[in-house]
């Protein structure tokens, strides 16, 4: 027994559907990175678990003044990478997220090069870091020079991965929350309203920075072509034909950027930053399962709080796969709103099932 959606609601419903099955790969594919990307965050979450290594200590983690820093931070950053790209003064911006992304990579390439050269018998720090120096320079020299989407991916999840455990092991989750909600509001307008994001997207995208990750949605598709006009809207202008004929369709708006599916990384660094502070500050309860690389030199992590950090995860996910029914449509989306929502949903639903309320909401102060 079938049935059959009618009216303009159930078409909007299918065409959404069919829009949706034609692009699976591409969207499987960015699922699949946003999966990585918290998985490796939460394998190097116990490496960096101390008070010496948080963003503002460990009194900063109940601090509510940092995360309004934080947001200002990135405000900032906004418009200046704005302001230098309408100056055409985009070699700064290149040369300034570069060097970001370089020591960004340092935090999730150090502690593996750590582990493997433990097997050996050169597992020194002066050797872990030398290591890791050259790996890191072999991956920007190789994103500089060959910045094709497979490249930008790697190097993307890499500092993801860094950026979320850095910034999750600095605040304390209902903190995270406060960050969470404020940018979602903040991405909401600048897709929306102001549109600015959009430009700042179409900046990345023109230089070739992982800014963002890419799935493609051919096989024959290169990185190395795209423009920076992906998220523009392209007027199609009518033609004589069109004028002298009444009864010709109406201009149509055009969306480029169909080659690819994109994702800004902020879109996997929120709702993965959530997932490293429920592991890190909710009670280390219930057995003890390890790291990912079942190594007690990464240290271990507990049950509870690693069911209540998978539980986040899986809200992100519900509430990537409600971005995609948008995303599907060929219109650019905001989306932390959904993706941020679905975490935090997925953060009181589990942790209420695994601690019950009274663990949840952490007591914060100001300043």
């Not at 906004?78 to 985009?90: G, S």
């Not at 051919?218 to 072509?225: A, H, I, P, Q, R």
Request: charged share 15%; hydrophobic share 50%.
């Amino acid at each position: 027994m079938g049935f059959e959606l009618r009216g303009g609601w159930g078409v909007k419903v299918n065409e959404t559907i069919e829009a949706m099955r034609d692009q699976w790969k591409s969207m499987s594919s960015m699922a699949g990175m946003f999966l990585m990307t918290i998985f490796l965050g939460i394998t190097i979450q116990p490496v960096w678990d101390e008070d010496e290594v948080r963003a503002f200590g460990a009194e900063g983690t109940t601090q509510t003044g940092y995360i309004f820093l934080e947001l200002a931070l990135i405000g900032i950053f906004t418009f200046v990478i704005i302001w230098l790209a309408r100056k055409n003064l985009e070699i700064i911006i290149k040369g300034f997220i570069m060097f970001s992304l370089y020591f960004s990579l340092m935090y999730v390439v150090a502690p593996y090069v750590a582990l493997i050269l433990m097997l050996t018998t050169i597992g020194t720090t002066t050797n872990v870091f030398l290591i890791t120096f050259i790996l890191n320079f072999i991956l920007m020299a190789t994103l500089w020079k060959y910045p094709e989407w497979y490249i930008v991916n790697l190097v993307g999840i890499l500092v993801g991965s860094g950026v979320i455990t850095m910034i999750g092991i600095s605040f304390v989750p209902i903190l995270i929350i406060i960050f969470m909600t404020f940018a979602a509001i903040y991405d909401h307008w600048a897709v929306n309203g102001s549109k600015h994001m959009l430009e700042l997207a179409d900046t990345m995208i023109d230089l070739k920075l992982p800014i963002l990750l890419v799935a493609p949605k051919d096989k024959g598709y290169t990185f190395l072509e795209e423009k920076g006009d992906v998220m523009k809207e392209k007027i199609q202008k009518p033609s004589q034909e069109d004028w002298n004929d009444p009864k010709t369709r109406p201009v149509k708006v055009e969306k480029g950027g169909r080659d690819a599916l994109f994702m800004g990384l902020g879109d996997v660094i929120f709702p993965g930053m959530l997932v490293i502070s429920t592991i890190t500050f909710l009670p280390e309860t219930g057995a003890v399962v390890g790291s990912l690389p079942l190594s007690s030199e990464f240290g271990w992590i507990h049950l509870d709080p690693l069911l209540v950090g998978l539980g986040t995860l899986l809200g992100g996910l519900v509430g990537y796969l409600g971005l995609m029914t948008q995303v599907a449509k060929g219109k650019p989306q905001a989306g932390l709103p959904l993706l941020n929502g679905g975490s935090i949903l997925g953060y009181f639903i589990t942790g209420l099932i695994v601690y019950g309320p009274s663990e949840l909401i952490q007591e914060i102060s100001l300043f």
